[in-house]
Structures are given as structure tokens and as C-alpha cells.
């Protein structure tokens, strides 16, 4: 109850100030948008980093069952405050039945504002800005370089990569985009979702990388699946 009706005043408080400069120009929006992120944006995302921090330890030793339960009841009572933060949403509703999936990875990526109001689009933003998201981010640069170095490493070879749970294989437009070795290596990406396995081809694409290439292979089918097979 404690962080719906904290949430509720800071949506009070963003809605009030949505009003105030809804006749501005845009650039000058986009001004005081920027003074509010290090203003009433900043204390909103430290309101939403305690109230997390004080959640996962009141959770942490008890049952699952009991967990789920818990997560089930906070959603219901948190939806109106969440719904409008698109990243937010995806992860509760789950759109393609898991979470995690290729549009939520452009989101961790892309790391910026969306939503239709300033209390949505701090939201949104929120959970792009903790560390996991940034580990999330800095893989994509170390991937490339990973690649290269074992490349380079081994003349003469084809190198053959599986990129598992590939969703838009973002990383992968980054290689074939800069990479000198682009031509000497099998990807084989991997995905239960045609849906990322279409955004990963696209990736490709403008990459500058051709998926119909005997070296680019797209693979739909689930990791789970695969480690049940003998």
C-alpha cells in the first residue's frame, strides 16, 4: 500500500507539471524534461530503488509459492502506475508468453524515454539504468570484440559461432558492420521466437551482412527442448 500511494503522489506531482508546460515548444519540453530527470526524476527512481531493495529482502527466504504470490498481489495493486511505462508492461504481461523477449533486448539497448507522460517515461527508464541492464549493454561491445580476437587468433579458419536465445542479434549487426573478418565466420543464431529470429535477420541486414548466406543460419527452436534430447 506504502508504494502505490508513493507512487501516486509522484504521478500527481509529473501530471502537474505535464499541464504546466503542455502549450511549450517542443525544444523547450525537452529542457525542462531534462532538469526534471535530475530533479523529481532522480528521487522517483531512488523511491523505486528502496522500495525493490525492501521487497527482495522481505521475500528472500520464503517459500516460491509464497513468492509468486506475493509478485501476483504487488502487480494488481501497482498496474494503474505501471501500464504506461512500456518496458514495465512487457514484463508483466508477457506478450509473447516469456519474458525477456526481443523487443524488451531493443529496449535494454536503446536505454532511453518512452511513455506518454513524464511519470511514464521515468518508469520506463528506471530498470534500464540498473547494472544488470548495463551488463546487458556492455556485452554487446564485448561480443564484437571477443570475436575478432579469436579470429585474428586463428588465420586461415572459419570460426563457427552460436549465438543462443539470439533475439534481434543486435551484436551481430555491430560485427558484420566493422568487423574485417565478417567473411570468415559460420553464426549460427538460435531462438524459440520466429518473431527475434525475423528481427535478427533484419539485423543482419543492416549489419551489411547477407542472411541468406550459407553462413548465416537461423535456428527456431527452444534451448529448453534441446537439453531434453539425448
Request: charged share 30%; with cysteine; hydrophobic share 40%.
Amino acid at each position: 500500500a506504502d508504494f502505490a500511494a508513493g507512487l501516486a503522489v509522484f504521478k500527481q506531482r509529473l501530471d502537474a507539471l505535464d499541464e504546466g508546460i503542455r502549450k511549450e515548444s517542443s525544444s523547450m519540453k525537452k529542457s525542462i524534461f531534462q532538469v526534471m530527470e535530475n530533479g523529481i526524476g532522480a528521487e522517483l527512481w531512488q523511491f523505486m530503488d528502496a522500495k525493490v531493495a525492501y521487497l527482495e529482502r522481505i521475500v528472500a527466504d520464503r517459500p516460491e509459492e509464497e513468492r509468486q504470490s506475493a509478485a501476483s498481489y504487488l502487480r494488481s495493486i501497482l498496474w494503474p502506475y505501471l501500464e504506461g511505462a512500456p518496458f514495465l508492461r512487457r514484463v508483466i504481461e508477457k506478450p509473447r508468453g516469456y519474458p525477456g523477449d526481443s523487443m524488451m533486448m531493443q529496449m535494454v539497448y536503446e536505454d532511453g524515454y518512452q511513455g506518454n507522460s513524464s511519470f511514464a517515461r521515468f518508469l520506463h527508464r528506471h530498470p534500464l539504468r540498473i547494472p544488470s541492464a548495463q551488463a546487458v549493454r556492455n556485452r554487446r561491445g564485448l561480443i564484437c570484440a571477443e570475436l575478432e580476437a579469436y579470429i585474428a587468433a586463428h588465420p586461415g579458419e572459419t570460426v563457427n559461432v552460436l549465438s543462443v536465445a539470439c533475439g534481434p542479434a543486435w551484436e551481430m549487426k555491430d560485427f558484420f558492420s566493422s568487423s574485417a573478418y565478417k567473411d570468415r565466420i559460420r553464426i549460427y543464431l538460435l531462438d524459440q521466437d520466429q518473431e527475434a529470429l525475423d528481427e535478427a535477420r533484419q539485423s543482419i541486414i543492416l549489419g551489411g551482412g547477407d542472411p541468406d548466406s550459407p553462413n548465416v543460419r537461423f535456428v527456431k527452436e527452444s534451448v529448453r527442448t534441446l537439453l531434453r534430447r539425448d
